[in-house]
């Protein structure tokens, strides 16, 4: 089945940490950019990092120098480890998998940050 499936979200008090996987199947994961994006309530959808096939990373302003996304071709899976968590950070955050015309997005992880 074509499909990326995101998970470990939860919820997390401000300053906490929290590692996001986005798993691939049905498709040649290395080719493949992958994204992680977030929509809060009543927002637009948000773009927060792409990193490349061959590794290249770029970052939002709103999450650079707080989250780090990363890739393991060999486990078909992009992670995105967040740090320093704010109220502001708390969505829906979802991957997408894009090659030439060919998009993925999955369901999405909610991420709630809050004491």
């Known amino acids: 089945q074509v499909q990326v499936v995101e998970s470990g979200g939860g919820l997390v008090q401000p300053g906490g940490s929290l590692r996001l996987s986005c798993a691939a199947s049905?498709?040649?994961?290395?080719?493949?950019?992958m994204g992680w994006y977030r929509q809060a309530p009543g927002a637009q959808r948000e773009w927060l990092s792409t990193?490349?096939?061959?590794?290249?990373?770029n970052y939002a302003d709103s999450v650079k120098g707080r989250f780090t996304i990363s890739r393991d071709n060999a486990k078909n899976t992009v992670y995105l480890q967040m740090n320093s968590l704010k109220p502001e950070d708390t969505a829906v955050y979802y991957c997408?998998?894009?090659?030439?015309?060919?998009?993925?997005w999955g369901q999405g992880t909610q991420v709630t940050v809050s004491s």
């Open positions: 990193i490349a096939s061959e590794g290249g990373t």
């Open positions: 049905g498709i040649t994961f290395s080719n493949y950019v």
């Open positions: 997408r998998a894009q090659w030439r015309t060919h998009n993925l």
